[in-house]
């Protein structure tokens, strides 16, 4: 695999443990409206890539349609792209991870791209566990059409034209973790620290990272009555716990007081430590975090954080028994079944 080549940083430049500098982690400039959720959800993307010193040619951005499948093309110019049909990411996604398993893959999709056209390419993502992080910028609508309610608007949600929501929401962390997924985190675009922090400790994890983070659309769903937009917001969200994150390269030996705070190790030999907040949580507990989405929607809240990861799950890769070297690197010789083996397969079938 090739490596970005940079000229050297002038003195005092900020460069992270690969040598590159922030702008090798942006892309181009964003086409959203100003103060859109989405392009705070990317600034995050960019910081926590920057920090973690990803290689950006090892990543694959991939997306549907929507305003927020517009945003890969706003960080990490030198990766990989894919942006494809509405609803259709997680299928894309499938083939590009299956096919180089050394890809960091990172997909951007909307509420109404993943719980509406997408939500059965959606389920079937989650229940393999596929090796990604799988982010949902929420806004509650259609921000691209015009902002009609997606399947995520809360029951008695006002649209701008005073039309009232009927439907209840469909809550895709609930139905991420239900599924499969082994990391399952809801965020807020408002609240930049934790998210850098959860988007960090994704991309450290192996196996499905559901993010959804909600994300409001200044234009079309910001107002009185939304239950999307960035007062209501900050007035329901119920942080979990304080969520920081220690990369394998720094020194994981941190103390903390296992009283108040419960680490994780990933994969990579990362940790996670979450401090305490509201509750005492246990992120590695399913059936504790599915009541905890009930009880706190019950609540009218949004709990925020790290809901539910189990770092050693399987993941679909692991299931289908795929080689280390990435299968798209791999000769004829070893993907294609010889002569002879072919005849006895076709034997086998008289
Ligand atoms: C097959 C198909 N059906 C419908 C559309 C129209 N369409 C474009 S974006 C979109 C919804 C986008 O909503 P969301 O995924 O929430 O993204 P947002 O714009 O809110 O970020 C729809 C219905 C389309 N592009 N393709
Ligand atoms: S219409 Fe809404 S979702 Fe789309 S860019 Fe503007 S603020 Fe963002
Ligand atoms: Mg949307």
């Given at each position: 695999m090739s490596t970005t080549v940079q000229p050297p940083p002038a003195p005092g430049k900020?460069?992270?443990?690969?040598?590159?500098?922030?702008?090798?982690?942006?892309?181009?400039?964003?086409?959203l409206c100003a103060?859109?959720?989405?392009?705070?959800i990317t600034e995050r993307i960019i910081d926590a890539f920057f920090e973690l010193g990803v290689e950006p040619t090892q990543v694959i951005k991939l997306s549907g349609i929507?305003?927020?499948?517009?945003?890969?093309?706003?960080?990490?110019?030198?990766?990989?792209?894919?942006?494809?049909?509405?609803?259709?990411?997680?299928?894309?996604?499938?083939?590009?991870?299956?096919?180089?398993?050394?890809?960091?893959?990172?997909?951007i999709s909307g509420d109404g791209d993943t719980g509406a056209i997408g939500i059965g390419q959606f389920v079937h993502l989650m229940r393999r566990n596929l090796p990604m992080i799988y982010v949902i910028e929420d806004n509650g609508c259609y921000g691209l059409t015009k902002g009609q309610f997606s399947p995520t608007a809360d029951l008695g949600s006002k649209l701008k034209?005073?039309?009232?929501?009927?439907?209840?929401?469909?809550?895709?962390?609930?139905?991420?973790?239900?599924?499969?997924?082994?990391?399952?985190?809801?965020?807020?675009?408002?609240?930049?620290?934790?998210l850098k922090a959860i988007l960090k400790a994704a991309i450290s994890h192996r196996g499905t990272c559901m993010i959804d983070v909600?994300?409001?659309?200044?234009?079309?769903?910001?107002?009185?009555?939304?239950?999307k937009s960035y007062s209501y917001a900050k007035d329901h969200e119920e942080p979990l716990s304080d969520v920081s994150f220690v990369p394998f390269f720094e020194d994981i030996n941190?103390?903390?007081?296992p009283g108040t705070t419960t680490a994780v190790t990933l994969h990579n030999g990362s940790k996670l430590l979450l401090s305490k907040l509201a509750e005492d949580y246990n992120p590695t507990d399913k059936v504790n975090a599915l009541r905890?989405?009930?009880?706190?929607?019950?609540?009218?809240?949004?709990?925020?954080?790290?809901?539910?990861?189990?770092?050693?799950?399987?993941?679909?890769?692991?299931?289908?028994?795929?080689?280390?070297?990435?299968?798209a690197f791999l000769d004829e010789s070893r993907t294609r079944p010889s002569r002879a083996v072919l005849d006895e397969v076709m034997e086998s079938f008289r």
């Amino acid at each position: 695999m090739s490596t970005t080549v940079q000229p050297p940083p002038a003195p005092g430049k900020r460069i992270n443990r690969i040598g590159l500098e922030p702008i090798a982690y942006r892309g181009s400039k964003t086409t959203l409206c100003a103060g859109c959720g989405h392009n705070a959800i990317t600034e995050r993307i960019i910081d926590a890539f920057f920090e973690l010193g990803v290689e950006p040619t090892q990543v694959i951005k991939l997306s549907g349609i929507g305003c927020s499948s517009k945003s890969p093309a706003y960080f990490l110019n030198s990766a990989h792209g894919f942006n494809s049909v509405h609803g259709r990411m997680p299928s894309v996604s499938t083939g590009a991870v299956v096919a180089n398993r050394k890809m960091i893959a990172i997909g951007i999709s909307g509420d109404g791209d993943t719980g509406a056209i997408g939500i059965g390419q959606f389920v079937h993502l989650m229940r393999r566990n596929l090796p990604m992080i799988y982010v949902i910028e929420d806004n509650g609508c259609y921000g691209l059409t015009k902002g009609q309610f997606s399947p995520t608007a809360d029951l008695g949600s006002k649209l701008k034209t005073g039309v009232i929501n009927d439907l209840p929401p469909i809550d895709t962390c609930a139905l991420a973790i239900e599924l499969g997924a082994s990391f399952v985190a809801r965020s807020f675009s408002g609240d930049p620290k934790q998210l850098k922090a959860i988007l960090k400790a994704a991309i450290s994890h192996r196996g499905t990272c559901m993010i959804d983070v909600l994300s409001p659309c200044v234009t079309f769903n910001d107002h009185e009555g939304s239950t999307k937009s960035y007062s209501y917001a900050k007035d329901h969200e119920e942080p979990l716990s304080d969520v920081s994150f220690v990369p394998f390269f720094e020194d994981i030996n941190v103390e903390y007081d296992p009283g108040t705070t419960t680490a994780v190790t990933l994969h990579n030999g990362s940790k996670l430590l979450l401090s305490k907040l509201a509750e005492d949580y246990n992120p590695t507990d399913k059936v504790n975090a599915l009541r905890l989405l009930h009880e706190s929607s019950g609540r009218d809240e949004f709990a925020t954080g790290i809901l539910y990861v189990e770092p050693d799950k399987p993941d679909f890769l692991d299931l289908l028994g795929i080689v280390d070297e990435p299968l798209a690197f791999l000769d004829e010789s070893r993907t294609r079944p010889s002569r002879a083996v072919l005849d006895e397969v076709m034997e086998s079938f008289r």
